[in-house]
């Protein structure tokens, strides 16, 4: 059974930095797409940074220049590194993993989500 399990998550002042850590217990088939999202209260879940399945990287407008999306295979993690973070940073950050399955379907896994508060 297919587990992501996020960490890194806090309180920190405008200006300041955070790392989020996603790790993957259990096996997967093939990987289409390893991705960080975020969902602010009363809005919608956003995409933030994305790993696609060639391997390169998408990032929201927002935080692009700011935020780093990293991973090591080895240890099936997925890394987010956040820095000059800003007040509207706040939100909950779900980890997502889409797994390829039999006839063109993926099926997503979504971590339970590490919250983010940055302070003014």
């Known amino acids: 059974q297919v587990q992501l399990v996020e960490s890194g998550g806090g309180l920190v002042q405008a200006g300041g930095s955070l790392r989020l850590s996603c790790v993957r217990s259990?096996?997967?088939?093939?990987?289409?797409?390893t991705g960080w999202y975020r969902q602010a209260p009363g809005k919608q879940r956003e995409l933030v940074a994305g790993?696609?399945?060639?391997?390169?990287?998408n990032y929201a407008d927002s935080v692009k220049g700011r935020f780093t999306i990293s991973r090591d295979n080895a240890k099936n993690a997925v890394y987010l590194q956040m820095n000059s973070l800003k007040p509207e940073d706040t939100a909950v950050y779900y980890c997502?993993?889409?797994?390829?399955?039999?006839?063109?379907?993926?099926?997503?896994?979504w971590g339970q989500g590490t919250q983010v508060t940055v302070s003014s």
């Open positions: 997502r993993l889409g797994e390829n399955r039999p006839g063109a379907y993926v099926y997503n896994y």
């Open positions: 259990g096996s997967i088939f093939s990987i289409n797409y």
């Open positions: 790993f696609t399945s060639g391997g390169s990287t």
